[in-house]
């Protein structure tokens, strides 16, 4: 498998009041195309911390990230925007749409920063949107008019919108209910399906169960890796197979 | 209290920013209520007083050609109206002489030339020595304190002082005040000159330049208008060769303090825009913390803080600024005073120092506590309906977002420029602040170029004289055809016109100029008369527009004048406008003239016209070689206009450029305040944006060019307002001096400069101030919240 991103002796430290907390300590990891990479660990362990030291979002405090032959980590913030825009697409857990956009609006201004055709950039909008059952009904809607399910849907309409290398998701379902956390699940399982590369951090085990590779952070480090294969819904014993692992590192 | 006190402090520690702005714009409030009081409270009664310490009386009544000392006559002439009087003696006639030692221009100015024993032992309206040498004994004069002020004379200097064609070079000995005779608005200049000068000017001059000077106090309930108009009659029916002009006290004050006032009614005016500011930034500044603060809003009533608590907090951490700011400006203000008492001096001829008013101190901070006392209370209501658990859980809303006027999929705009205008939408408040105030500042510097183009650049002289021309010379009638002749047999003049005036009055109480033309149909300035035509009949006249609305008169109604003992009732074929003479003035032919005076009587003045101003100077000289001394005047007509504007030079420029700096300074202050207040309230979006891939310089653009469209609209349409409305103000302030239809030169590339300079520089300081969305940071934004 091709690896779109390899991380070199990654860290990062935080100085609180003079005391350093070291929130990622020399990790080396690889992550696929194609695969839907789960980050799994514990309130604290830098799950969120390693996904947007991943992206760029983030810098590093030493060691290196390179996503896809490009070290980022020596990239200017804007080098680092331009570098976003081409290849990585985000889903918040707050979903963090633009109050003052419609939904449309909201996926398109980051669709034409690929795409500078007002009517091609607009149709993949549209074309996106549905995919992830946002209908025409709800596109001139602002986000404060949506059900969460709906506003996290188009966040993830936003992320897919440029067909980026990679979709960071950061708890996408962790604000939502359980029926809604499905739909957004469903949305980002069908983008995988479709050749979508997706690294998500969640700390929920029925999120983790979309993935097809499992990742255990643990103070700081990567403590545990697990290979799942693909998704199917129903399997049981991809799910004990999961309750094992994550068992093993001490869920 | 202390609770209050508290939360101020925090408001203060987290508005740091917006505070500075907004004590910024008090400062500049307070300066200039404060420069504006001061002018208003001080410089009247400065003169006032110098009147009085002057012993000034009420008017003075000069008598010209009266020939010799003639104290019986001038006793019978006062009669019964005066408690007192006194009598001076002096020379007094039209001579061009100079005012400026700068740029050396000589204007036409009426002279009071007087020996010291003359000048400094009246016994009313005295004249006082401001600063002498007495060590220069010969040849030597003093001159009115306003040639030291504005004409930048000195001690020592030569004065050039003429009579006729006669010229002597002089030692400025010392500088005079005096009530009367010490600025160009009051029309005459008295000079002390050395007594063998003066006794050679007596010599040369014979009786005809011999003039009495006589200031007076009236009795109670006696008329000044209807005394004057007496005293000037008698003295034409005494003697048909002299005549009388009253200038009363009131006259002569306001003329000499008019430009001071001016000069305070347009910082008052600027002043009114930056108060009008401070209230949105304030109502503004009030908006953005309610938004920004819910939660803490929510937080602090649910542990107890009462609406009361935290709207008190507000006003106090804003009224501290205002006493602070306001404090700070007025000591500002004693400043930048001196700067300002320069050009108010330079017009007022007297000794002026600025000192500490406490009237105009206080009611400057004043001003500003209480504006910003009820623009804070009137902001802050909002508060008290603000429920705890709502405001903890953010739900009050406050945007409605129904209608998406900038669809990105049907903008005709770039995605950069597209967003800028979804931010513009979004902030209408705001951009509707930054439109009222840049078109209001537009205005304003559109007034002041205005003033500057017509007073100093290209003075509009066909508002501001009565006839146009390129020089003219004056000589005795009887040697009246010999100087036509002289002029018509010169290649390069053209057009020549004889004119001369005379004092008459209507009304039995209003003294008029009478100007005659021979021909006023050969008038260069026919724009003089803005409606109907200018006399053609010995019947007709045209009259002074102002006192034509005044006094209900309309074109075709009649109009009686007496002049001596003669009377005549005149049709009014057309209106004209003019400052001088308190706008009573009229134009009628000389057969018109005739039926009421006997016009061999008046000195005639002969304009005309050349191509160049060296064409004129050598006309001039011309005239002075050949006629000799049977010329007694000459004009060169742009040298004089040069030189009489020569004050308001100064003051329009002075104008031009506090306004256009003033008004930059207050839209530079309100883009920093909201671009401030802007990015704090979107900087979740500035962390999405970011994060989706937006750079920080395409966030910068966004966020200035949010603002270019109402500062762009507004500051064309402004343009455009102000290049159409600013005659009519000038015309609603210009009304009062006698301009009834100002057609004042705006100068297109002067309105496009100024609108271009205001939009490249807001979009520049913009740019400049958007760069805080540099340090906003997505992760920081998005992750850390």
């Not at chain 2, 409270?41 to 009085?52: E, G, I």
């Not at chain 2, 029916?237 to 002299?242: A, R, V, Y």
């Not at chain 2, 609406?307 to 700070?328: T, Y």
């Not at chain 2, 009489?644 to 420029?653: N, P, Q, V």
Request: net charge neutral; hydrophobic share 45%.
């Amino acid at each position: 498998m091709n690896e779109i991103i390899k991380t070199n002796k990654l860290c990062k430290t935080f100085s609180n009041g003079g005391v350093q907390q070291h929130v990622l300590r020399n990790i080396d990891l690889n992550i696929y195309e194609g695969d839907f990479t789960v980050i799994m660990g514990a309130s604290g362990a830098g799950k969120s911390t390693l996904l947007y030291a991943l992206s760029g979002m983030d810098k590093p405090t030493l060691g290196e990230v390179v996503f896809a032959g490009e070290t980022i980590t020596k990239k200017s913030p804007d080098e680092l925007a331009v570098f976003r825009r081409k290849n990585c697409g985000f889903v918040f857990q707050q979903t963090y749409l633009v109050d003052s956009m419609s939904v449309l609006d909201n996926v398109l201004a980051a669709g034409l920063l690929t795409e500078k055709n007002k009517k091609v950039a607009a149709a993949k909008a549209k074309e996106i949107l549905k995919s992830v059952d946002i209908e025409e009904g709800l596109w001139e809607k602002f986000p404060t008019q949506l059900s969460g399910g709906e506003a996290q849907r188009v966040g993830i309409a936003r992320a897919l919108v440029n067909k980026p290398r990679l979709v960071f998701a950061d708890e996408p379902t962790g604000a939502l209910n359980s029926k809604t956390g499905k739909d957004v699940l469903d949305a980002l399982t069908k983008a995988n399906n479709e050749g979508q590369s997706i690294v998500m951090v969640t700390h929920d085990i029925t999120s983790a169960r979309r993935g097809n590779r499992i990742l255990y952070v643990k103070d700081g480090e990567i403590a545990g890796k697990l290979d799942l294969g693909k998704y199917v819904s129903g399997d049981k014993e991809r799910h004990l197979k999961l309750r094992d692992f994550l068992g093993g590192m001490g869920w | 209290m202390t609770k209050e006190l508290l939360l101020a402090k925090s408001h203060f520690r987290k508005n740091k920013g917006t505070t500075v702005g907004i004590f910024l714009l008090m400062l500049i409030a307070a300066s200039l209520l404060s420069i504006s009081m001061v002018l208003f409270t001080d410089v009247y009664p400065t003169a006032q007083r110098s009147a009085d310490r002057l012993d000034s009386g009420d008017g003075v009544i000069k008598i010209y050609n009266i020939g010799e000392k003639d104290e019986e006559f001038i006793k019978e002439l006062m009669g019964d109206d005066v408690v007192r009087y006194g009598t001076s003696y002096a020379l007094s006639y039209n001579s061009e002489g100079t005012i400026s030692n700068t740029d050396g221009a000589e204007v036409v100015i009426n002279v009071l030339v007087e020996n010291a024993e003359e000048a400094f032992n009246k016994t009313m309206a005295r004249t006082e020595i401001i600063s002498e040498d007495t060590s220069i004994t010969d040849n030597y004069i003093y001159l009115p304190y306003q040639l030291h002020t504005s004409g930048g004379f000195e001690i020592g200097d030569t004065y050039n002082l003429k009579l006729s064609v006669k010229k002597y070079d002089l030692k400025v000995r010392g500088f005079l005040e005096n009530t009367y005779y010490g600025c160009n608005n009051s029309g005459c200049y008295e000079m002390v000159v050395s007594d063998n000068v003066y006794d050679e000017l007596m010599e040369l001059s014979g009786e005809t330049n011999y003039c009495a000077a006589v200031p007076y106090e009236l009795k109670d309930g006696v008329m000044q208008s209807r005394f004057a108009t007496r005293v000037s009659n008698d003295v034409i029916t005494h003697d048909f060769t002299m005549s009388a002009m009253n200038v009363s006290l009131s006259d002569i004050i306001m003329s000499r303090t008019f430009m001071s006032l001016i000069i305070a009614v347009s910082f008052l005016t600027v002043n009114i825009i930056v108060m009008a500011v401070i209230t949105m930034m304030i109502a503004n500044s009030i908006s953005n913390y309610v938004r920004e603060n819910m939660k803490t809003i929510g937080a602090l009533k649910a542990i107890g803080y009462t609406g009361k608590n935290i709207k008190a907090s507000l006003l106090l951490m804003f009224i501290g600024i205002a006493v602070i700011a306001s404090i700070a400006g007025v000591a500002l203000s004693y400043a930048a005073l001196p700067t300002v008492a320069k050009v108010v001096v330079a017009q007022m001829g007297l000794a002026y120092n600025t000192s500490f008013s406490v009237i105009a101190s206080v009611v400057a901070i004043v001003l500003v506590v209480i504006l910003t006392f009820m623009a804070t209370m009137i902001s802050v209501r909002k508060i008290n309906k603000i429920v705890p658990i709502v405001a903890l859980r953010e739900g009050v809303e406050s945007h409605n977002f129904k209608r998406n006027p900038v669809k990105l999929e049907k903008s005709i705009f770039g995605l950069d420029m597209s967003l800028a205008l979804k931010t513009l939408f979004s902030n209408l408040k705001q951009n509707i602040i930054t439109f009222v105030v840049t078109a209001f500042l537009i205005f304003l510097c559109v007034i002041s170029l205005l003033m500057y183009e017509n007073f100093n650049r290209n003075p509009n002289l066909k508002l501001m004289a009565l006839e146009i021309c390129s020089g003219g010379i004056a000589v005795e009638y009887e040697n009246a055809d010999e100087a036509y002749d002289l002029l018509a047999s010169m290649p390069e003049v053209s057009n020549i016109r004889k004119t001369y005036d005379f004092r008459a009055f209507t009304n039995d109480e209003d003294i008029f100029i009478i100007n005659v033309f021979e021909d006023p149909s050969k008038m260069d300035n026919t724009d003089v008369c803005y409606k109907g035509r200018l006399p053609s009949h010995d019947n007709e006249l045209c009259l002074s527009g102002k006192y034509a609305k005044n006094n209900g008169l309309d074109i075709g109604d009649e109009i009686k004048f007496e002049y001596a003992d003669k009377s005549y009732t005149y049709i009014i074929t057309g209106f004209i406008q003019t400052t001088n003479n308190g706008a009573r003035e009229c134009i009628m032919s000389e057969a018109a003239a005739r039926n009421i005076a006997d016009v061999e009587n008046f000195m005639p003045f002969y304009l005309f016209d050349t191509e160049t101003e060296e064409q004129t100077v050598k006309v001039l000289e011309d005239c002075e070689s050949k006629l000799g001394d049977k010329l007694m005047n000459t004009v060169n007509f742009y040298q004089n206009v040069e030189g009489s504007l020569a004050t308001f030079k100064g003051i329009a420029t002075l104008m031009l450029v506090l306004v256009c700096f003033i008004s930059g300074a207050v839209i530079l202050l309100v883009l920093y305040l909201l671009i401030r207040s802007l990015i704090f309230s979107k900087r979740r979006d500035y962390g999405i944006y970011k994060a989706i891939g937006y750079t920080s310089k395409s966030l910068v653009f966004q966020t200035a060019a949010s603002f270019m469209p109402s500062i762009i609209v507004s500051t064309i349409l402004g343009s455009v307002a102000s290049y159409f409305l600013a005659n009519p103000y000038m015309q609603l302030i210009m009304i009062n001096f006698g301009l009834m239809k100002c057609t004042f030169t705006i100068p297109i590339s002067g309105v496009i400069i100024i609108a271009a300079t205001m939009i490249v520089v807001s979009f520049l300081f913009a740019i400049f101030e958007s760069r805080r969305v540099k340090k906003i940071e997505a992760y920081n934004m998005l992750v850390a919240e």
